[in-house]
């Protein structure tokens, strides 16, 4: 697979590593009365869905970024890639 | 002999080859089989199950017959199709999957226990006793069934890996592929040109059509000589293509030197990754043949590949050149074949044509309406029995060519799943529209197989996928050239097979599947496609059914009453032909496998004698043996005992070491760590205890502030890389707001463990005026400075060992010469380099954890650490390390002293009271670490013991079911040596 990374353009995905879906980066409050549950979600439950897929990919054999992926998970068409630290930072 | 006139081979290139321990003679240009036959052998191997005699059925990759072993020792390879193997000066070849001599097989006798091999025997024979099966059935089946045999010895040859990038790859040479190649040459792509025969041009080697009125070999030629001639275009013969995969990425592999004896300074094979911008699927096509009794006799083959060895080799497929021959058709193509053989001076019988209304193209004899209904000769065909409308006459042949039509080899189309769609004209599966991305089918692989249509093809694929990448590519001046009659009918298998007991009529070759087998798959309700393959076999084989699915397909389809596509359709999965794992693996085998990392201190801890040891990707120094130990025991002891009492040095680099830098760095690994990290003082370094998201203990090191906004981090070497990766997942994912920065310094600087009582004094003789009293640079400090005049280097006062000890920097390249320096200036006071044994001793005794204390199960709580896990602050993993679950595990960790001293407990061994019985409901836990401790002079251990903190003195034991060992242990602080840390802080 190639992957486009906003940076560099389209890299050959053995040089990253999968991690998974994205919602890896929505980490719970640890201040919340409910910290426990929300994060036993967060660990444990993911979505594997069949179709459209956000996911974080590192760019270990290069320039480090952590990208997210949108990826189809039934065609491996790759929707678009941006920096998993833009995408948290537009998120606050 | 029965070669013809002339072909494309060499006749001044004469070459000796054996087959089957005798010598015979072929050419350059031959292959195996076109040079048996050229010898007169039609006999070249045997069937998988029943052992049948069988011959050269096709002219390329497709065979499914003609199998054979190549070379002698370690090169000997099995398995190898004898129609693809260029002929060499000295190649030994034997057939395979016989015992005793070809002509005589003794497992021959399958065929007579055929009735029990039917479809599904596997399935249905061999169930009970049921022990019986891993002993003796299956042992014995793949004895019997086997098709080569391994050398058993390592591959001598050498492989390699290689990347192309593309705008246009045009996988096979013929005259579409060479079309395509020509046009975007011109327009200036940059090309592969993949072809998997050794001569480019296709079938246009094979056929005597005529380009621009000449001989194709003339136009192949000028096209070969253009393409090489621009810079743009890569050529690459004996290269196939075998497999899409996702966004443009291509498999193939070329067989450098497979025509060689030996490679030479040449690798064996290369295995090709090409990134392509679109590609050309001009691959060609497969001819298919037509059930019916008894076409197994070698000497039977298709009729395209039997033109084949008459234009291309100059090859006559029979025994003696008297010998006649028989074309059995279902349309125009089988004509051809006729022609071309009398053209050549061959005794051509006549053609036998399933069609009433027969056209005749030539002078011979045309059987209309007729069909093959039976053939004779054990180990080559001598006669064949024609039928028409019931009445049947025997002929003698000496070969006999099947043309039942071509499939278009839409194999790569397919492998995203891309089905392919029937054409009801063309009598055949055609590419789907919704093939691989990028991939355009072209000439005969896309059904446009007469000369004429697949040279225009491929030039259209090739505009048409340029245009889609944005290069404008022309029309270019194609050879004038012909579409040769094509006419067939849907005529798929000679009736009367299906259920009669004696006649077999064959569809999968190489796996012996004949018609009857359909039919009882059928029976059985085995109907789709999918179940027919797996009950019956069929195209399981190493040629995955080329020849043989569309024709099983046919005959399903007639069965039940369906048409061909509502029966099903084969999707064809990577890789095309077989590839050998040898090419796979690229030649990383043995100590290439992996990348392998050696330490600064390397080089001279070999000449110190040194044994190594894999740790991770690394190789550390294991020991240091001196001259009159007997055993890497002694060895350690002295290392170990002369840490305790002088001053030892140990290359520590392999640790992960991370440099923070920021505002925020302090906060940053306030949240990695479970511990208070942004209080440290600058000066001082700090434990620190990395816990999982989920709450288990992950991974430990130190954290050294340098300064308020710079701390010097380690990890385990185990897991240096995934750490790091770990905290920039947190820097990026989690809180990229932190003004923090990282980088991985694993292997910028070089460190070393100067440890034991004299350590102090040592370095003191190192150091640049840095004042190393206690009150200066106590336990735990940390500090910039200069040694050995002038060069920098970080010092650490920490402890892995227990002892007095720091742990000195340098930049990688001078770790060499510091350890040399270390050693020279410590020669007085006794200064011994230790490995990891040692190490590993040292903090055993010492009861400090390591790899197999954090493996992943254990908590803080029970590493002792619970209190590491600050409530004051959130950290990763700190509120599942609160969940119930692990709030309530209870095992702690302690230390194990043996009862009798010189027994030893291994690590791994599980923890019982006295006298309890033995099973998972009386575990008490179990040992991590254990080794001979020379300060206790006896075994200890560590482990995980049910409330073990509290069970201080009393006798439990560990029991090694595996090596039935039990041994009892006192179970006492995990702090062997100096509990009270008085000598850390000497």
Not at chain 2, 338 to 364: E, S, T
Request: charged share 20%; aromatic share 8%.
């Amino acid at each position: 697979m190639l992957i486009p990374h906003p940076l560099l353009g389209l890299r050959d995905s053995q040089e990253f590593t999968y991690l998974g879906d994205a919602s890896l980066m929505q980490r719970p409050d640890a201040s919340l009365d409910n910290a426990e549950a929300a994060f036993c979600d967060y660990v444990f439950l993911r979505d594997n869905p069949a179709g459209v897929h956000r996911e974080l990919w590192f760019h270990e054999q290069g320039d480090r970024s952590w990208l997210v992926v949108t990826r189809d998970t039934t065609t491996h068409e790759i929707l678009g890639a941006e920096l998993a630290s833009d995408v948290k930072g537009a998120a606050k | 002999m029965t070669r013809l006139t002339g072909g494309l081979i060499d006749r001044n290139a004469p070459l000796n080859f054996t087959f089957n321990g005798k010598t015979y003679k072929g050419f350059q240009g031959d292959t195996l089989a076109s040079a048996l036959l050229a010898n007169g052998v039609q006999l070249m191997g045997r069937s998988f199950k029943y052992h049948r005699p069988r011959g050269v059925f096709a002219a390329g990759s497709e065979e499914p017959n003609a199998m054979v072993e190549l070379r002698t020792g370690a090169r000997q390879e099995p398995n190898t199709r004898a129609t693809v193997t260029e002929l060499f000066d000295g190649l030994i070849a034997r057939s395979q999957n016989h015992v005793g001599p070809l002509e005589r097989d003794f497992l021959a006798v399958n065929d007579l226990l055929s009735p029990f091999f039917a479809a599904g025997f596997y399935y249905k024979t061999f169930m009970w006793p049921k022990a019986f099966w891993e002993k003796l059935y299956e042992p014995m089946i793949r004895k019997a069934a086997g098709l080569g045999s391994l050398s058993m010895l390592p591959d001598p040859d050498d492989y390699d890996k290689g990347f192309l990038h593309c705008d246009l790859l045009v996988v096979g040479g013929g005259a579409a592929g060479l079309a395509a190649a020509l046009t975007a040459g011109r327009a200036g792509a940059e090309v592969v040109l993949a072809d998997e025969d050794f001569a480019l041009g296709g079938r246009l080697t094979m056929e005597s059509d005529l380009l621009d009125e000449a001989a194709a070999t003339d136009w192949i030629a000028s096209a070969k000589a253009e393409l090489e001639s621009l810079p743009n275009v890569r050529l690459m013969t004996r290269t196939t293509v075998f497999g899409v995969y996702d966004h443009g990425i291509y498999g193939a592999v070329e067989r450098v030197s497979d025509h060689l004896a030996v490679p030479g300074d040449k690798v064996r094979q290369t295995l090709w990754r090409i990134t392509a911008k679109r590609a050309v699927l001009a691959a060609g096509a497969t001819e298919r043949h037509m059930p019916f009794a008894d076409n197994d006799r070698p000497g039977v083959m298709l009729a395209g590949a039997m033109r084949a060895y008459a234009n291309r080799w100059a090859a006559s497929p029979v025994k003696q050149d008297s010998d006649a021959i028989a074309i059995f058709t279902n349309g125009d193509d089988g004509h051809r074949t006729a022609m071309d053989l009398i053209a050549k001076g061959a005794n051509v019988l006549g053609v036998i044509d399933a069609r009433d209304a027969a056209p005749r193209f030539g002078d011979y004899e045309v059987f209309a309406g007729s069909t093959v209904t039976g053939t004779k000769g054990r180990l080559g065909l001598t006669s064949i029995e024609i039928t028409r409308n019931g009445q049947s006459q025997w002929h003698n042949v000496g070969a006999l060519g099947v043309a039942g039509g071509w499939n278009p080899n839409v194999h790569l189309a397919s492998h995203h799943r891309g089905r392919p769609v029937w054409d009801d004209s063309l009598l055949a599966f055609v590419p789907g529209p919704n093939g691989p991305a990028g991939l355009i089918p072209a000439g005969a692989a896309a059904g446009k197989g007469g000369t004429e249509e697949a040279l225009s093809d491929g030039m259209r694929a090739a505009i048409t996928a340029l245009s889609e990448i944005g290069v404008t590519a022309s029309e270019i001046a194609l050879p004038k050239a012909e579409n040769m009659p094509s006419e067939q009918v849907a005529f798929w298998h000679v009736p009367g097979t299906k259920r009669a007991t004696k006649k077999r009529a064959w569809v999968d070759f190489q796996n012996d599947v004949t018609v009857k087998d359909i039919a009882l798959a059928h029976k059985e309700n085995m109907t789709p496609v999918e179940h027919l393959k797996r009950w019956t076999t069929l195209g399981m084989a190493t040629d995955q059914g080329k020849t043989s699915n569309i024709s099983a397909l046919a005959v399903m389809a007639e069965l039940t009453g369906k048409s061909i596509p509502e029966t099903g359709t084969t999707i064809f999965r990577p890789p095309y032909t077989g590839v050998s794992l040898g090419v796979l693996g690229g030649g990383d085998t043995g100590p290439l496998f992996r990348p392998r990392r050696l330490t600064p201190t390397h080089a001279w801890a070999e000449a110190q004698g040194a044994e190594f040891v894999e740790v991770g990707p690394w190789m550390r120094a294991q020991y240091f043996p001196r001259a009159g130990e007997a055993t890497w025991r002694e060895t350690v002891d002295r290392e170990v005992l002369a840490v305790r009492s002088g001053v030892g040095l140990c290359d520590v680099t392999t640790l992960g070491k991370v440099d923070v830098q920021g505002a925020d760095a302090g906060e940053f690994l306030n949240r990695m760590y479970s511990n208070m990290m942004g209080t440290l003082k600058v000066g001082m370094v700090r434990y620190g205890l990395m816990l999982r998201e989920d709450g288990h203990a992950y991974d430990d090191g130190t954290c050294a502030r340098m300064a308020e906004d710079h701390y010097v981090v380690t990890t385990t070497t185990a897991n240096a890389g995934l750490v790091y990766r770990q905290m920039e997942f947190a820097h990026q994912c989690l809180w990229p707001e932190l003004d923090v920065q990282l980088i991985s310094t694993t292997d910028a600087w070089a460190q070393i463990a100067v440890a034991g009582p004299k350590s102090r004094e040592l370095l003191t003789r190192i150091v640049d005026e840095f004042d190393l009293s206690n009150e200066a640079f106590p336990f735990m400090a940390c500090s910039e400075l200069t040694i050995c005049n002038g060069l920098r280097a970080r010092l650490f006062r920490i402890s892995f060992s227990g002892e007095l000890a720091y742990e000195i920097a340098v930049p990688a390249r001078y770790g060499h010469a510091l350890m040399q320096r270390l050693m020279e200036q410590g020669a007085d006071l006794n200064a011994t380099p230790y490995g990891t044994e040692a190490l590993a001793v040292l903090r055993i005794e010492k009861g400090h954890a390591a790899g197999a204390e954090l493996n992943g199960q254990t908590t803080a709580q029970m590493l002792g650490l619970g209190k590491m896990v600050s409530a004051k602050k959130d950290s990763i993993g700190a509120v599942m390390s609160r969940r119930e679950g692990l709030a309530a595990e209870k095992r702690r960790l302690v230390g194990f002293k043996s009862v009798e001293p010189q027994k030893q407990a291994m690590a791994g061994s599980h923890l019982f009271t006295e006298g309890a019985v033995q099973d998972m409901s009386t575990d008490q836990g179990w040992l991590t670490s254990s080794c001979y401790s020379p300060h206790l002079k006896g075994y200890i251990a560590l482990g995980f013991l049910e409330n073990g903190d509290t069970r201080m003195g009393e006798i439990i034991v560990a029991a090694n079911p595996v090596e039935g060992q039990t041994v009892k242990l006192e179970v006492v602080s995990a702090h062997f040596v100096d509990p009270e840390g008085g000598r850390l802080r000497a």
